[in-house]
């Protein structure tokens, strides 16, 4: 019983690892559009100047 337990803990420990690491790499993945939209702009304005 108390190892069943154990590793139910263990795996829900996970679960939430995976579900911040989900997130972290969502927030990236928006971060990194941003900003190639903002060096494209930048290189852009580079052209024309």
């Not at 690892?17 to 060096?39: G, K, T």
């Amino acid at each position: 019983m108390t190892s069943t337990i154990a590793g139910a803990a263990r795996a829900s420990e996970e679960t939430g690892a995976a579900a911040q690491v989900l997130a972290s790499a969502s927030v990236l993945s928006r971060q990194s559009e941003h900003l190639s939209a903002e060096v494209a702009r930048f290189l852009g304005t580079v052209r024309v100047a």
